[in-house]
């Protein structure tokens, strides 16, 4: 009897036995209890099997008493976007399923990994004054891969539907629920069409439709989200501005790990707020950073531009151009030349590379659908994802305030909203309802998605406008005659104090109080919302600054009441703060 109770309890946190097709394999990341990792032994072309490529992939098991026996099936976006990385958090907003995290084939945890650095640095060289060597870089790239055996015509949204089903079918589980983030989401609604009876329920986050032509949209879609922001017209003076007279801005090569002053004309910036706004983080702070720029304060575009470099490195440009090349670039029209050089370089891209059009077409599912998208994403926005969802046999659209792409990522009420749909995707609210509207369409109590904004809105007049912390950030020891300063005034508040000098110890309560303002007004912004700092301080910042000045005074008031060295260490100190403060700081 023990044994059989021991037995069903072993089953009950196990997945099912699967059979040889796939491999497993140490998780090359950090994962949570409970986790295998491994791949799925796949054929590189469907309608050519000879040649295997192994597909990625984590599956996380539910420890929960009441776990459920349809896993989430997770895939990140992109093109080319890693998944696993992701399965500590999917499983922490799932408890009570397993979660199974699928790379796409040829990302960075499957193999071959198909990246492509000599992309990279083209664009990299792009923003240094070089010129477009995109071409060159395309050819050079496709000839390495086609030298490791990779035929790119393998690497397309139907494959790697394809791979999500027979990965299933591996690991032996008979339905679970597919959950698709903004490339993804073409994805999993083909494996819903082509594997319908084993899917439960679909959630597409940032959807973005096959019927959907990208990057004809990509300029108005940005336009559209900074006019809902109320920047349109002093990013566009920005734009100008910084078109007549580009900015030159350092930052740091992330591929070859040097440091270079990159050439950011007014195009060039409007591609990288694009991406940019993606986050809520950037959407929050995009008044005083748009105001920031419209007046001339280029420094707070370093963050932008590191943000470039890492985001570069984080893709595998080999298996991203090969999707666009196949599936969305050949359905846009191009029919004028965009100011946005991600579109140049996926167009110059495609017309190297020449591969095959891949067969487009909407898939559609009977299944349970929820479309969540964010209020100001720039990318998937809602104009484009919620017709599409209506289009939808039996699916709804939830928009939230606040949000860009990626409505998990940022928005907890978001998590909620889609954890509560995966618990019983048929009791969830009229099918095409907007949720602004219809509280039919809030299944979870005190999360209202019109209101639920991730963090608050900073207007120009909240910030002072500097790139110190953002420069403090990446190189602490810069913040040394804060620290010194800060230093001094707790000697001079202590010792004075002890020895009954009131000036030395007004002068070092002063002091302080000072440091102690700062650094709370700074803690709390960052506390409220860490990208701020990139762009400035606190307003009431600059207003501490008499606090300051009055330390000063009084330490130099001090020194001419008794002229020792303690006192000249700190008045040099004091004066040697305030120029630091006002020459570099502020």
């Known amino acids: 009897m023990i044994s059989r109770v021991l037995l069903a309890l072993a089953l009950s946190v196990t997945p099912p036995t699967a059979p040889g097709d796939v ?19 796949a054929p590189e072309r469907r309608d050519s099997p000879d ?29 080319a976007s890693s998944s696993i990385q992701l399965t500590t958090f999917l499983s922490q907003m799932f408890p009570d399923r397993d979660v199974v995290a699928v790379e796409q084939r040829g990302s960075r945890y499957s193999k071959p990994r198909l990246g492509c650095p000599e992309l990279a640095e083209a664009m990299l060289d792009r923003l240094r004054g070089s010129g477009d060597g995109t071409a060159a870089a395309a050819g050079e790239c496709r000839r390495r891969l086609e030298l490791q055996g990779v035929d790119l015509r393998g690497y397309t949204t ?55 032509n990208w990057y004809d949209d990509a300029e108005r879609n940005l336009g559209d989200t900074l006019a809902s922001l109320g920047l349109k017209d002093r990013f566009d003076a920005a734009v100008a501005r910084l078109n007549a007279s580009p900015a030159h801005v350092p930052t740091r090569d992330p591929l070859l790990g040097s440091a270079f002053t990159a050439r950011l004309t007014g195009d060039d910036v409007a591609t990288i707020m694009a991406e940019a706004l993606h986050g809520a983080d950037v959407i929050a702070v995009a008044p005083p950073l748009v105001g920031a720029l419209a007046s001339g304060r280029d420094e707070v575009l370093r963050p932008l531009a590191d943000a470039v470099g ?51 077409g909407n898939a559609t599912t009977q299944a349970p659908v929820l479309v969540v998208g964010g209020q100001f994403d720039p990318t998937t926005p809602a104009r484009t994802s919620k017709p599409a969802a209506e289009a939808l046999s039996n699916a709804r659209f939830v928009e939230f305030a606040g949000t860009g792409h990626a409505v998990f990522l940022a928005n907890a009420c978001g998590r909620r909203h889609i954890a509560a749909f995966v618990a019983a995707p048929t009791h969830s609210s009229p099918t095409h309802s907007d949720a602004s509207n219809s509280d039919a369409a809030r299944p979870v109590a005190d999360c209202a998605p019109d209101k639920a904004t991730v963090h608050p809105r900073l207007e120009p007049a909240d910030l002072h406008i500097t790139g110190a912390p953002y420069q403090i950030s990446l190189s602490p020891w810069l913040a040394a005659p804060f620290a010194l300063f800060a230093l001094v005034s707790l000697v001079q508040l202590v010792a004075g104090a002890l020895r009954g000098r009131a000036v030395t110890a007004f002068a070092g309560l002063a002091g302080t109080a000072f440091s102690g303002l700062v650094g709370q007004s700074v803690y709390s912004l960052a506390a409220q919302n860490e990208t701020a700092l990139g762009v400035g301080v606190p307003a009431l910042v600059a207003a501490y600054t008499w606090v300051a000045a009055g330390s000063a005074a009084l330490t130099l008031a001090a020194l001419a009441l008794r002229r020792r060295w303690p006192q000249c260490v700190a008045a040099v100190v004091a004066a040697g703060f305030l120029v630091w403060w006002f020459a570099w700081f502020l």
């Open 310 to 360: 890492d985001g570069l490195a984080s893709h595998e440009f080999g298996l991203y151009e090969a999707v666009q090349c196949q599936d969305e670039v050949p359905f846009n029209t191009f029919t004028t030349k965009s100011r946005l050089f991600t579109v140049q370089t996926d167009k110059a891209v495609c017309d190297a590379w020449k591969l095959p059009t891949s067969a487009a």
């Open 23 to 41: 491999e497993k394999q140490p998780c090359p990341v950090a994962m949570p209890d409970n986790t295998t990792c491994g791949f799925l032994v």
């Open 51 to 79: 040649r295997k490529i192994r597909v990625g992939y984590a599956v996380h098991v539910s420890t929960a008493k009441d776990r459920k026996p349809d896993p989430i099936v997770y895939m990140s976006g992109g093109p």
């Open 158 to 212: 139907r494959e790697i539907a394809a791979d999500v089903v027979a990965l299933r079918q591996a690991l032996g589980y008979p339905s679970w629920n597919l959950f698709g983030v903004s490339y993804s989401t073409r994805v999993m609604l083909d494996v819903a069409a082509s594997d319908p009876g084993a899917v439960r329920s679909v959630v597409l986050d940032s959807f973005l439709p096959e019927s959907v």
